[in-house]
């Protein structure tokens, strides 16, 4: 179970028990659509014109106006209008570079759609230097109408991949719950949050999503049986099956790097322990902390080495270390006295966290070589940090207006986004790996 930062008690203990459900979602119903509001941009932008495509206008969904809002929303690039060209460019030779260069763009992309012999559509795009005056990359992709979408946020992940040397994470997905009625449903949509479906509607809570490695199940925390038990479910078949419905409390389930284990928070032998769990169910559960303190929400490096999780074994909640395969484990959070929901950074050399800054609970990230620790957000009430899968953003949950909803904030701090739906409250935010690149 995870640490929550409202209505805190006097002790970790009445914390882990409350399991208070009116304290995670306000009353009201979750829209389908999300506005994305960016607030800060990145030091140096780089300007890019993105050309509509030949012979999208007739397609259910264009091309070109997912791929510069992506690009926009990123705070990485400024959008450079491409209108008024004539003749308007889809072909490297038909580039007039001293005119975009005249505009500011370092960067054009162009490109066509056509009909493939299988009936599907062949979409061709160039990235074109106008400075250098040469190609930075050329793809095809093949698509149905429904791959539309999925193929621009792809093409957005190799423009910014090209011009900034990281992964993109456009063509991702996220995951989340929200209060629809008085149902709580678990949602999957587009890493800009279109196309949300729910993929597990209930009358009781749900919480803690955590993806598996390879994008295709969902580890979670029901309450259906009126007690916290965790599932697994699989994104592809819908199936999906109890893993951890031990006495007492199941919940905190993350996964193991290979997939194949969950370490979670049981209460069976009288505390609130971790224990590692095979994924499907099978075998006994592994006793990996021995402590009278409160051990919960751990999260595995990157290796599958060691696991870092929320305890007040000092007397507070800090974050400590520990090795997968159990043992001594070690304090890793000094700075202020409220440090909880470590999730560690794809490439395992930090780790963003929940600290308390007086009587605001805000995102941080800790370097595990410095222990530097840097503040990123400056919030009420954020909770439930999650790295994007290049380690570029975090994505988490807090409060406006009394409502909740899902932000996300670069890892310098620099570039900050809400996602806003229509009405309704949304929490318990996690951001899927990269999946069929």
Known sequence: MQYKTENLHATMLNLLRALIVSLLFAAGSAGAAMTIEIVGAGANQIPVAIVPFRAEDGLAQKLTPVVSADLARSGLFRMVDPGGMNPVPYEPEQLNYAQWKARGAEAVVIGSVSKAADGRYEIRFRVMDAVKQTQIAGFVYFATESQLRLTAHKIADVIYEKLTGDTGVFATRITYVVKRGRNYELHVADADGFGAQSVLSSNEPIISPAWSPDGTRLAYVSFEQKKPVVYVQS?????????????????????SPDGKRLVVT???????????????????????????????????????QSILFTSDRGGGPQIYRISAAGGAAQRVTFEGTYNVSPRHSPDGKSFTFIQRNGGRFNVAVQDFASRQVQVLTDGGIDESPSFAPNGKIILYATEIGGRGILAAVSSDGRIKQRFTADVGDAREPAWSPVVNK
Not at 278 to 301: C, H, M
Request: hydrophobic share 35%; glycine share 12%; no cysteine.
């Open 235 to 255: 994104l592809v078949t819908g199936a999906r099956q109890p893993v951890a419905q031990f006495r007492g409390s199941n919940s905190a389930p993350a996964w």
């Open 266 to 304: 049981l209460t069976r032998d009288g505390g609130s322990q971790l224990f590692t769990i095979n994924a499907d169910g099978s075998g006994a559960p592994v006793r990996l902390t021995q402590s009278s303190a409160i051990d919960t929400e751990a999260n595995f490096s990157p290796d599958g």
